[in-house]
Structures are given as structure tokens and as C-alpha cells.
């Protein structure tokens, strides 16, 4: 039997990377919004970035799409410095805040952005996977909010991006307009395409992701699957009125103010039951799901 | 090229949809040819020279508004952070505002010629027209550069009255609505040292067939230098503030 030996690729980026942040730092003013951030995104997967406002993710957004420059570290996208126009053929991004040339048509727009790549998507065919087959002929300044949201997520596939990036690419929609989108993503998913997005909303990185990473104060937290994840930060709470607790498990983080208690637990049922079982003497209970904020606040606020 | 393409097309189309844009640079300089400029044209010559004069005053708005008014808004739109992330090297994307410069410039300019052909007497020799091309260009690229200094270094909401600022005062200083003999003493004085009045001698000299003189050339390239420095230090500025 011979053995097969081990080929490590060299300089650390594996062979399935399309992106990455190696050691990466970037400071704004007193801010210091990404700390030694490494970070690398594999082919075929669906990233989630997750983390509260002003966690760094945008920052790292816009590294990798070239829009700005690390203090400190590299920054790769396909191997080659994203801020080279060359580098970013085979991407598509939805940045943050949605802006559209107002006097275009939804059409129009579509064209203007075609002309940059090689081998673009049909715009019939992408409007219609979005669901802006309609509005083609409309000018963007008279798009509804979720059109206008909807047409910026669709420009992001408009090369047939091997990468795309999402930041925050469902705020702002409604539900039946989010699940359309979720569903549009997967869909390239299982062409072979690779994400990255960042999100607000366990919910929305339990539909799509396969990966999470969470970001905050500039510094990567945890990662993990979104079930290793949830149970980390998808944390509910119990409220309630007593004059003692004992010690319970499963509590994430214990607020205490007088005679009311705040109990941050990713197992609320399990903490109930030992309330009960522990025989304390409690009133007025309330079980609550905590926001992804909530839950942040609550785990680093230490 | 066929990106630069696209992004000429979308500009021209945006801005035709936008009639409060192109009516004024289109009519404006004919409008105040007609009113102030006209009644006092007689005589060939003198209607000729106006007629270079309201060119300047033309081109002169065409790109103090292109590039002072649209590169500020341009700074604050989310779509521009849009473009940024399109593999689209920066320097293509300059090139598509020139073009539309050119265009709107050669429609305002044709729609004055026409105007004062009508109106009054003035006729342009052959010769007139080759060299009134690469004086108006000569002109037109530091003040180009000046309305770059606008667009980088003014917020949106003052660009339009900072370029206004501009645009009226240098033109009338600049001897381009009256004469410079008939300027009020005071301003006789300061109209040389304006960048428009170094502009109008260089197409008046290609409209009434004399030699070019160095000194109008001279003053243009040092206004050149002097606003493209600042417009490379607001460009630099700007890009690293958003970009950096």
C-alpha cells in the first residue's frame, strides 16, 4: 500500500477558496471596526455573516468587494486584489443601501450593467427570476421600496457572478418577498455558486446558510453550522418576579434588578421546569424570543 | 469600450429625461444672445466676435454643470457605491462623462449658431470654424477641471449654487455677455485675470481671423495645472474618505 502523501497548497489559501481576509485590519477614525480578521470563503458555500449593527461586517463587505482598502493584512478575491477591476469579473454585489439611477428604466439598467461582463445573464430571463419581468419598461425612480430592493439583489446576478455578495439583502421586504429571494439565492446555490451574505435575521441565515460566522467588536466570535450557532445566540428569555433564584443551568446570563429577574437561555423550557422543580416562588412569567441584537448584547455585555 | 459605451448611452438618456437640466444649458446661452447680445450685432464682424463669446458662455456651463453638479451628486449616491463594485477600471468611468460633456456642448453650440445665423449678421469663414474648434477645447478643459474642484471638494446640495457662483460671474467678468471694453472700470481691471476672459480672447482671434497670441494659451495651461491640482487633491481626498 503506498500512501497517498498530503499536498498542503500553498501560501495557506486552499485550493476551493474564492475569497478571503487574511489578518485584517481596518480602523475608522476611534473605531476600530475589523481586528486581525481572517476569514475565507469556499466554493459552493452560502456564508453568513451575522452580527449587530456596527459589528464590522459591512467593513468586511466592502473589502472584499474592493470598495476599500485594509490598514493592515490582505485582502484576496479570486486571488487577485479586489481592488483590480480584473478581479472582480466573476462577482456580484448588493450593497447595503439600495441606489438606482432614478431617470433609468428597470430595463435600462439591466443593459448598463450587462456591458461590464463576458458571458452576462439574459435580462429577460433575470428579471423574471426575480419577479421585475413586469416593471421592465418602468423608471426606477418610480419603483416601490421592495421593487427597488429586489432589482438591486437581481443587478448582483446580472454577470453570472461565481461569488456574490449580499449585504443585508432582504431589509426592508416583506415576507412572501424575502421567501422569493431565499428561493432565487438557493438557485444559484445549486448551479454552484457561492455567497456571502450578512444578515440581521436568524431566520434568514437558517434558511440559507451553510456556514455562520459572527462578527462583533471588529472580531470573529464564533463559527460554526446555524444549529451550533443558534444555539449560541438564538437565546429566549424568562421574566419573571421572585425574591430568590438558585443556581440553574442552561442560563446564558442572569439580570437581576429588585425583585425581577431577567434569564437569557437558548433552552427556556428546560429553565422553566427547574424553576418549577426548584420549587421557586415566582409570579408574573414571561417567556419571550430575544432578537439577534438582544442576544449579542446579552452574551457580551459582560 | 462597450462598458464606456453603456455608461455614455445611460448618461445621455438620464440626463435627456431630466429637462431641467438640458433646457437651460441648451436654451440659456441663445436665450441671452437674443436679448443682449443681438439688437447691438450690426455689423459682421461684431456679431461674429459675440457669437464666439456666447459659444464660451455655452461650452463654459455645459461642463461647469457636468462636472461640478454631477460628480457631487455623483459622491453621494448609493449607486455610485453600486458602480464602484462593476469591473469597470476608474479611468473608464471618467471617460463617459466627457463624451456626454462634448455632446450636450456641441448641441448647446449649434442651437446659438443657428440663432445668431438667423438673427443677425454673423458668417464664420472656413478657416474660422477649423481653428474655433481647438480654441473652445483649449478653454474648456481647465474649466472642466475647475467644475471637478466644485464636484469634489462641494456637498450636493451646494453644487448647484457654488457652480452657479461661478459660472455667472466669470462669464460676465470674463467679457463674454458685454465686450471688455464695455465693462464697468472696475471689473476692465480684474477681466484679464479670469480664466474665461483668457478663454474668449483665444476664440476671438479664431473668429475674426487674426494670429493666436502665446498669452491667452499661456494663462489657460497655468489655469490647467492650477485647477487640475486641486481637483487631483479633492479627488484624492474624497476617494479616501469613501474609499479609503
Redesign the interface.
Known amino acids: 500500500m503506498t500512501r497517498v502523501a498530503k499536498v498542503s497548497p500553498s501560501r495557506g489559501a486552499s485550493l476551493s477558496e474564492v475569497a478571503a481576509l487574511h489578518q485584517v485590519s481596518k480602523r475608522f477614525g476611534q473605531t476600530q471596526a475589523l481586528d486581525r480578521v481572517s476569514l475565507s470563503v469556499e466554493r459552493g458555500e452560502l456564508l453568513a455573516l451575522l452580527g449587530p449593527n456596527g459589528a464590522g461586517k459591512s467593513t468586511a463587505i466592502r473589502l472584499l468587494?474592493?470598495?476599500?482598502?485594509p490598514d493592515t493584512g490582505t485582502v484576496r478575491l479570486f486571488g487577485q486584489n479586489p481592488q483590480h477591476?480584473?478581479?472582480?469579473?466573476h462577482?456580484g454585489?448588493?450593497?447595503q443601501?439600495?441606489?438606482?439611477?432614478d431617470?433609468?428604466r428597470v430595463g435600462?439598467?439591466v443593459?448598463?450593467?450587462r456591458?461590464?461582463?463576458p458571458d452576462p445573464a439574459g435580462a429577460g430571463e433575470l428579471l423574471e427570476r426575480f419577479d421585475l419581468a413586469n416593471l421592465e419598461r418602468r423608471?426606477c425612480g418610480g419603483l416601490s421600496g421592495g421593487q427597488r430592493r429586489r432589482l438591486?439583489v437581481a443587478?448582483a446576478f446580472v454577470?453570472n457572478p461565481r461569488l456574490v455578495i449580499l449585504d443585508e439583502p432582504t431589509t426592508g421586504l416583506d415576507v412572501e418577498a424575502r421567501r422569493a429571494l431565499w428561493a432565487a439565492v438557493k438557485y444559484y446555490q445549486t448551479q454552484g455558486g457561492t455567497a456571502l451574505l450578512t444578515t440581521h435575521y436568524l431566520e434568514e441565515a437558517e434558511a440559507l446558510a451553510s456556514r455562520v460566522v459572527v462578527i462583533n467588536g471588529g472580531r470573529i466570535r464564533a463559527e460554526g453550522t446555524v444549529a451550533e450557532i443558534k444555539a449560541r445566540v438564538g437565546l429566549r428569555q424568562v421574566r419573571f418576579q421572585a425574591s430568590a433564584v438558585p443556581q440553574i443551568e442552561g442560563v446564558s446570563r442572569l439580570e437581576r434588578n429588585n425583585g425581577s429577574f431577567v434569564l437569557y437561555t437558548p433552552n427556556s423550557d428546560a429553565v422553566v421546569r427547574q424553576l418549577v422543580e426548584e420549587q421557586v416562588n415566582f409570579s408574573d412569567l414571561e417567556v419571550k424570543a430575544v432578537s439577534l441584537e438582544e442576544a449579542f448584547v446579552a452574551l457580551t455585555a459582560e | 469600450m462597450?462598458?464606456m459605451?453603456?455608461?455614455y448611452?445611460?448618461n445621455l438618456?438620464?440626463?435627456l429625461?431630466?429637462p431641467a437640466y438640458w433646457i437651460p444649458s441648451m436654451v440659456f446661452p441663445t436665450m441671452f444672445f437674443l436679448f443682449f447680445a443681438a439688437p447691438n450685432a450690426n455689423h459682421p464682424e461684431a456679431a461674429s466676435l459675440l457669437l464666439g463669446s456666447y459659444l464660451v458662455f455655452a461650452v463654459l456651463g455645459v461642463v461647469m454643470f457636468q462636472f461640478g453638479v454631477g460628480i457631487a451628486s455623483d459622491r453621494a449616491?448609493?449607486?455610485?457605491?453600486?458602480e464602484?463594485?462593476?469591473?469597470?477600471?476608474p479611468l473608464a468611468k471618467l471617460a463617459a462623462p466627457i463624451l456626454t460633456a462634448l455632446t450636450f456642448a456641441a448641441m448647446a453650440g449649434a442651437v446659438l449658431v443657428i440663432a445668431a445665423y438667423l438673427s443677425t449678421p454673423a458668417r464664420l469663414e472656413p478657416g474660422a470654424w477649423i481653428r474655433l474648434i481647438p480654441a473652445l477645447l483649449a478653454g474648456a478643459v481647465p474649466l472642466a477641471l475647475l467644475g471637478l474642484c466644485v464636484g469634489y471638494l462641494a456637498s450636493p446640495k451646494a453644487a448647484v449654487p457654488v457652480a452657479n457662483l461661478l459660472y455667472l460671474p466669470l462669464s460676465f467678468a470674463g467679457g463674454l455677455w458685454v465686450p471688455p471694453q464695455f465693462l464697468p472700470e472696475f471689473v476692465q481691471h480684474i477681466s484679464p485675470f479670469t480664466p474665461t476672459r483668457q478663454w474668449g480672447e483665444a476664440v476671438w482671434s479664431a473668429v475674426n481671423g487674426t494670429t493666436w497670441q502665446a498669452e491667452p494659451f499661456i494663462w489657460l495651461a497655468g489655469f490647467t495645472l492650477l485647477f487640475g491640482a486641486i481637483a487631483l487633491w479633492g479627488y484624492h481626498r474624497d476617494q479616501g474618505q469613501r474609499?479609503?
Open positions: 468587494s474592493g470598495l476599500r482598502r477591476a480584473s478581479a472582480r469579473v462577482l454585489v448588493t450593497p443601501e439600495t441606489g438606482l439611477p431617470g433609468l435600462e439598467v443593459q448598463l450593467v456591458a461590464h461582463y423608471q438591486a443587478l454577470g | 462597450k462598458p459605451l453603456a455608461h448611452k445611460a438618456l438620464e440626463l429625461r431630466l449616491s448609493a449607486w455610485n457605491i453600486f464602484r463594485t462593476l469591473p469597470l477600471p474609499f479609503g
